[in-house]
């Protein structure tokens, strides 16, 4: 065998073992984000669900400000079809990664696609509209990047159904995880703020009474252009051969893997079970 040859073959089997670990490294990341994603899901149906059986509506607004006014009816049934699918979407979304009910229950697999974009589309309308009728904490920033965060989930929900429509299943999938990702903005903003909040001590970068500042600007936006650039770059980084490229994607989804387990550990401890214990 040439020396071209062999040096091509072991860079061939280079590139196969990278890309195997950076799958590997994304399905942990993907794992922790589920989980996570899980309890915060838990969280919403006992503080707000509870409090709505309860028939006790204005425990609403300890956490989201005018989430419940009396006499606006649209107001209150937006932000109830809000919260409802959002639980749906959170516990059901990640059946669509499941590979064995893809193959085994196509079926399943198709009417839980249908209905998770029918979802994503109230969950982007209802929250836009709330935008609109009730603003949000962060102000005009959080106003802007919110809307924006919607306007993402409706394209990429379009783009997802046109994919499936086409059988353009590759790009079908691609776009299902942008989706997946863009949905997940709320909680990547809530987790990425409490890891801030704990790693640096204290509020750092943005005033807690105001809930105004430089950080919460970057939040705002980073809360779904972070996780949607990442997932970019690591599809550019299986497509290249380049091992520098390939070490630099595996660091990173280390780093963000660590950083949303402990965002997650610190949102949990920090704010959700107080809240409902």
Same mark, same amino acid.
């Given at each position: 065998?040439?020396?071209?040859?062999?040096?091509?073959?072991?860079?061939?089997?280079?590139?196969? +073992?990278?890309?195997?670990?950076?799958?590997?490294?994304?399905?942990?990341?993907?794992?922790?984000?589920?989980?996570?994603?899980?309890?915060?899901?838990?969280?919403?149906?006992?503080?707000?669900?509870?409090?709505?059986?309860?028939?006790?509506? =204005?425990?609403?607004?300890?956490?989201?400000?005018?989430?419940?006014?009396?006499?606006?009816?649209?107001?209150?049934?937006?932000?109830?079809? /809000?919260?409802?699918?959002?639980?749906?979407?959170?516990?059901?979304?990640? =059946?669509?990664?499941?590979?064995?009910?893809?193959?085994?229950?196509?079926?399943? /697999?198709?009417?839980?696609?249908?209905?998770?974009?029918?979802?994503?589309?109230?969950?982007?309308?209802?929250?836009?509209?709330?935008?609109?009728?009730?603003?949000?904490?962060?102000?005009?920033?959080?106003?802007?990047?919110?809307?924006?965060?919607?306007?993402?989930?409706?394209?990429?929900?379009?783009?997802?159904?046109?994919?499936?429509?086409?059988?353009?299943?590759?790009? /079908?999938?691609?776009?299902? =995880?942008?989706?997946?990702?863009?949905?997940?903005?709320? +909680?990547?903003?809530?987790?990425?703020?409490?890891? +801030?909040?704990?790693?640096?001590?204290?509020?750092?970068?943005?005033?807690?009474?105001?809930?105004?500042?430089?950080?919460?600007?970057?939040?705002?936006?980073?809360?779904?252009?972070?996780?949607?650039?990442?997932?970019?770059?690591?599809?550019?980084?299986?497509?290249?051969?380049?091992?520098?490229?390939?070490?630099?994607?595996?660091?990173?989804?280390?780093?963000?893997?660590?950083?949303?387990?402990?965002?997650?550990?610190?949102?949990? =401890?920090?704010?959700?079970?107080?809240?409902?214990?």
């Amino acid at each position: 065998m040439s020396t071209i040859n062999k040096t091509s073959l072991v860079g061939e089997k280079r590139t196969i +073992w990278s890309n195997a670990l950076l799958d590997k490294t994304s399905k942990i990341w993907f794992i922790v984000t589920v989980l996570g994603q899980w309890i915060f899901a838990a969280y919403v149906a006992l503080f707000y669900g509870g409090a709505a059986m309860d028939g006790d509506f =204005m425990k609403w607004n300890r956490v989201l400000p005018h989430g419940y006014v009396e006499g606006e009816t649209m107001g209150n049934l937006a932000v109830a079809t /809000h919260l409802l699918f959002a639980v749906i979407v959170l516990f059901g979304g990640p =059946m669509q990664f499941i590979p064995q009910l893809r193959k085994k229950i196509p079926t399943l /697999h198709r009417w839980s696609g249908r209905f998770y974009i029918t979802a994503a589309f109230l969950l982007s309308l209802s929250g836009i509209y709330m935008v609109i009728a009730k603003g949000t904490i962060s102000g005009l920033v959080g106003d802007i990047s919110v809307s924006l965060n919607g306007i993402l989930i409706l394209l990429f929900a379009v783009l997802a159904l046109r994919t499936a429509m086409k059988r353009d299943f590759l790009s /079908h999938s691609q776009w299902v =995880m942008r989706l997946f990702l863009a949905m997940g903005g709320v +909680w990547f903003f809530r987790i990425g703020l409490m890891f +801030w909040l704990f790693v640096n001590g204290g509020p750092v970068g943005f005033d807690m009474e105001t809930f105004r500042g430089p950080f919460l600007v970057f939040l705002g936006f980073g809360q779904y252009i972070i996780p949607l650039a990442v997932y970019e770059l690591y599809r550019i980084s299986k497509r290249k051969t380049a091992s520098n490229l390939k070490a630099v994607m595996f660091v990173s989804l280390v780093v963000f893997t660590l950083i949303t387990a402990l965002g997650t550990f610190a949102a949990t =401890m920090g704010m959700w079970i107080p809240r409902i214990s």
